[in-house]
């Protein structure tokens, strides 16, 4: 569920009509809604209940200060993979305990940063990288809490460009070789183990390869138990996918995932770390865009807009299918026609849809892309020298400019001619 609906034959931001954001801001821009990125936090945190746990936004799906601070506000911890984002998750006001440090390339200097600014652990994706920490932490005084994430060689039956958990993908340390590199953890200085971590991919739309990864988890932790390791967090990442169209099988509920890891590994006494980004933020989040021609073709239409492949990738990334409608509510049984729904960007790759059913649309009207809160924004670029979209948060009925949209004298400044040029 989205609060993105249609009010009198327009389409609204909860309260807000769109136009009304439309005609204060230009388009395109990216709008965002503060009640459905607060109802799927809830989602998460009500259906664990009184487990242990807590819910890591992953910032990487969604990164807006404003964005983190409503999330931040309900409880939420943030997984960050980069030193910006784990600055930004503190510029949020996330404490260091609830902020949890993915990916597989942290270079020291962002090792440094989160132990000097507090962290809940980093997340060790290689021999190497534990090396480091424990170099580091030693150097500083300090101990780095950690857990390893592990890879369970678990196909998540997704795009192969965000499948995570199989043995020829970068991340994670092979499953078979985990007892070598926790007993290694184990002696080192500045390291203590927190907790085993797994993620094995995005956009998952069933639960069977969640069972699959969790029972190896769960294998691993009570192996790694009698060895005398204190495993007391079991990180298991986030992955579940979101219905990117309404005619398409509805993935699994958060209860129907939270329900998974409760048979799999809640007897174990493990406070359970989850980090969800897709599923919190993707439906809370459009891209509007004008219609600036209407093109002949040979044999088909093309809907030229004012968004391009800089705005939203994923089309041209993945392939991926973003549901287009009208701002303004066609008339029950307007007739449908096909058409190939592309941006201005100079490459064949800025197209969003081809062929794709449409009602009737005029240079000037307003069209959204549904589900573009997450992977939108956060990907966007300023290829072809076309400024970044600006993104709109509403409240009720109210709405706030995050972030605006640079002026070419903005962009221009940031180049430095040399003088001897």
């Known amino acids: 569920m989205d609060h993105f609906l249609y009010r009198d034959g327009i389409l609204h931001a909860e309260d807000v009509p769109l136009p009304e954001i439309a005609a204060a801001v230009g388009t395109p821009f990216y709008v965002y809604s503060t009640a459905t990125l607060e109802r799927h936090f809830r989602l998460f945190d009500e259906a664990l209940g009184d487990t242990p746990h807590l819910v890591c936004f992953a910032i990487k799906s969604l990164s807006n200060l404003a964005v983190l601070k409503v999330l931040a506000g309900l409880g939420a911890g943030m997984d960050v993979v980069s030193g910006g984002e784990y600055l930004r998750a503190k510029a949020a006001g996330v404490p260091g305990d ?14 440094r940063l989160a132990l000097e600014g507090g962290i809940r652990q980093f997340n060790v994706e290689s021999e190497p990288e534990l090396l480091a920490i424990s170099e580091i932490a030693s150097a500083m005084g300090v101990t780095a809490p950690i857990a390893i994430r592990v890879n369970p060689d678990v196909d998540a039956h997704t795009h192969e460009k965000i499948a995570t958990g199989k043995s020829e993908n970068k991340f994670g ?8 590199v926790y007993a290694l953890a184990a002696k080192l200085p500045g390291i203590a183990v927190k907790g085993v971590d797994v993620h094995i991919g995005s956009q998952l739309t069933e639960l069977a390869p969640f069972e699959a990864a969790f029972l190896k988890v769960r294998t691993l932790t009570q192996a790694l138990r009698a060895d005398g390791h204190a495993i007391e967090r079991l990180d298991l990442g986030g992955g579940l996918g979101i219905p990117y169209t309404r005619s398409n099988d509805a993935p699994p509920l958060p209860v129907e995932y939270v329900g998974v890891i409760k048979a799999t590994l809640g007897d174990l006494g493990c406070e359970i770390e989850i980090e969800p980004g897709r599923l919190i933020s993707g439906n809370a989040g459009l891209l509007v865009s004008s219609v600036i021609y209407l093109k002949e073709g040979e044999g088909r239409k093309f809907l030229i807009l004012d968004a391009a492949m800089n705005d939203l990738v994923r089309p041209s990334m993945y ?5 287009i409608v009208p701002v303004v509510e066609p008339a029950p049984g307007t007739p449908l026609a096909p058409c190939d729904v592309v941006g201005p960007v100079c490459e064949t790759g800025d197209t969003f849809a081809k062929a794709r059913a449409l009602v009737p649309l005029a240079a000037g009207d307003l069209v959204a892309f549904r589900s573009a809160g997450a992977y939108g924004a956060v990907m966007a670029s300023e290829y072809n020298s076309r400024p970044l979209v600006p993104e709109v948060l509403v409240h009720g009925d109210q709405f706030a400019v995050i972030r605006a949209r640079p ?10 001619i040399p003088e001897w040029l």
């Open 98 to 111: 609830r902020i949890v440090f993915s990916g597989v390339g942290k270079t020291r200097a962002e090792i």
């Open 173 to 180: 340390i092979p499953i078979a070789r985990a007892h070598i």
């Open 319 to 323: 392939g991926a299918w973003h549901d």
């Open 407 to 416: 002026s070419f004298e903005e962009m221009l400044s940031r180049d430095t």
